[in-house]
């Protein structure tokens, strides 16, 4: 029965290492193919403009969506000038430490 128990356990342990080696090959991150069919609304935002077209007619929903889709643009564009800012400051403040240590060490 031990002798089972053992080879079971060796079996298990080939296969598992079978499939860790397998699986080192692939890239990280998505496929090629998920970026193809890749949409920038996000699910949520998709399941808000269906429940807020529902019942519309096919212009009232076509304008709300381009109107919702807009908002999110420039709000999306918003937020990356706001990070670029940030970024941006946090540089020219590291950069002035550089420059005052530099200037106490040249004392």
């Known amino acids: 029965?031990?002798?089972f128990m053992v080879l079971g356990l060796a079996v298990m342990l080939v296969f598992s290492a079978a499939v860790v080696f397998a699986q080192q090959d692939k890239g990280k991150g998505a496929s090629a193919q998920a970026y193809e069919h890749a949409d920038d609304n996000a699910i949520?935002?998709?399941?808000?403009d269906w429940f807020a077209t529902i019942g519309k007619s096919?212009?009232?929903?076509a304008?709300?969506?381009?109107?919702?889709?807009?908002?999110?643009?420039?709000?999306?564009a918003e937020k990356e000038t706001q990070k670029a800012a940030?970024?941006?400051?946090?540089?020219?403040?590291?950069g002035a430490q550089g420059l005052?240590?530099?200037?106490?060490?040249?004392k």
Not at 44 to 48: K, L
Not at 100 to 106: A, L, S
């Open 44 to 48: 949520f935002n998709r399941v808000g």
């Open 58 to 61: 096919d212009e009232e929903k």
């Open 63 to 76: 304008v709300i969506k381009a109107q919702r889709k807009t908002e999110r643009a420039a709000k999306r």
């Open 100 to 106: 005052n240590k530099k200037m106490k060490m040249g």
């Open 86 to 94: 940030k970024e941006a400051k946090e540089k020219m403040e590291k």
């Open 1 to 3: 029965m031990k002798k």
